[in-house]
């Protein structure tokens, strides 16, 4: 993807706003000359796309901010080009965004309109959760980068720890990658998320290669939140689906670890 991005700035389909090193490589923010939206580039990797006043045009963000909707307190997990924090804030919540990128709340604050008074902590999200102890009715991730094994940083340690920074009736909400329809990611990190006593839901798009999925752990047996979700899968030119989670806790010992 770094070579199309550099052939569209040569021929001017996106006008590249600033370049900047983090700590995961190289990061452009570029504006798009046909819709005037705001893409965050690192490595040559599209991680945020969205208005200049911070409206992602991802659907995944979309559904995280409806499954998010009943929660007060939320700890978001990542930040990049900040886009799911910005939205929550405008709903009302409360936040506290971790990400060990420093400039990446620079970034977001500059070129995606993340408000300045949030609190932001530069913090690896394993080391965050580890050592916290507050707790959250709301729980979002969406980490990732080059490089980023999804299956080795959210092992059954972490996600324990996660799940235990949640406050009672509390959700975990995150977006995780998923090569293909046969890719037991979403499944095992849902598991392992979950624990015994939370149920899994994954929002997913079958047939599509390397795409975002979304999953969702909550203590309700349904997801009362299905016809806000349908509205937001049928305004989308994607092929969005709501099914359970596959797999349960206790199946972790057999061959997902």
Not at 51 to 72: A, N, Q
């Amino acid at each position: 993807m770094f070579s199309s991005l550099n052939w569209m700035l040569e021929y001017s389909t996106l006008k590249l706003l600033g370049r900047y090193q983090g700590r995961n490589g190289q990061i452009d923010i570029v504006e798009c000359s046909w819709d005037g939206t705001r893409v965050y580039f690192e490595e040559g990797i599209r991680q945020s796309q969205a208005t200049p006043d911070g409206e992602s045009v991802f659907t995944y963000v979309k559904l995280m901010d409806e499954l998010l909707s009943r929660s007060d307190q939320v700890l978001v997990l990542g930040c990049g080009g900040g886009n799911l924090a910005t939205r929550l804030s405008r709903l009302g919540k409360r936040l506290t965004i971790v990400d060990i990128n420093p400039i990446s709340f620079v970034l977001a604050q500059r070129y995606f309109d993340l408000p300045d008074e949030l609190t932001c902590i530069v913090s690896d999200f394993r080391k965050f959760v580890f050592d916290d102890r507050a707790y959250y009715d709301g729980i979002a991730i969406d980490v990732g980068g080059p490089g980023f094994r999804f299956t080795e940083e959210f092992d059954a340690v972490t996600c324990d720890a996660i799940r235990a920074r949640l406050a009672p009736g509390g959700r975990i909400v995150m977006n995780v990658m998923v090569a293909n329809d046969i890719d037991p990611t979403p499944d095992r990190i849902a598991a392992r998320l979950a624990g015994e006593d939370m149920r899994t839901w994954i929002i997913d798009e079958q047939g599509i290669e390397d795409r975002n999925a979304v999953i969702t752990c909550m203590p309700e047996r349904t997801l009362r939140s299905r016809a806000a979700l349908d509205r937001v899968m049928r305004h989308s030119h994607e092929r969005w689906a709501i099914r359970r989670g596959r797999s349960r806790s206790r199946d972790l010992a057999v061959g997902l670890r």
